[in-house]
Every structure is written in C-alpha cells, then in structure tokens.
C-alpha cells in the first residue's frame, strides 16, 4: 500500500496574446480572482489583477509520496494547463512551487527551543 501526502502547489504564468473577448471576461470576473480569494482546492483557485499581465492557481492534491513534491508539481501544471485552454488565450512557460504538508515542520509559539 503507498502513503499519499497532500501537497499545496502554486501555479504561476503570464498572460501572453489574450483575445480580447477573453480580455474582456476577465476584467469583468477579476473581483473575484483577487487576493481575497485565494484557496487551495483540487479543482484550483485562479488569481490575477486587473493588469492581466501575471496569473497563479493554488491547487491541493493527493499524490502518492514515493513520486514526490516533482510529481505533485507536474500535476498541477497540467490542471492548470487544462483550465487556461478551457479560459481561452495564451500564456508563457508554468513555474509552480510546491509544498509536502505532510512533512512540514510547525514551530508552534511559546514553545522554548531545547538546549
């Protein structure tokens, strides 16, 4: 049986060639694609300003632990592929940043360091 870890990964990418009836729609929607709304979710969490030049989705996944933080990373750059064809438009080279919430360490407050 594998061990699966959750992962957070963020996404990023810039906007390249959008037509302008994307254009459009995503200035009319970019109220709700600010920093006040973003999520991790597995279905992802796309955020952009009203500039339309820089994007980034936050997805939380699953992903068994023997392939790593690489696989989770990989994943999510194809989700977010996935969504974008589906936005319409184009777009630059996927960097994406992953965090393993499974082996994260938590420095809890108050608590002395060991000497």
Known sequence: MTTQHTYRVIVRGTWN???DDVRT???????DHGLTQ????PDGSLTYDRTLKHF???YELLSDAADG??????????RAETALRALGGEWGELRSTVTDLDTMKINRKGRSPVR
């Not at 973003?38 to 979710?41: I, N, S, V, W």
């Not at 933080?69 to 194809?78: I, K, Q, T, W």
């Open 17 to 19: 060639g959008l037509p």
């Open 25 to 31: 729609r995503l200035l009319a929607e970019v109220a």
């Open 38 to 41: 973003m999520r991790f979710t």
């Open 56 to 58: 980034s989705y936050r």
């Open 69 to 78: 933080p690489e696989m989770a990373g990989a994943l999510a750059e194809d």
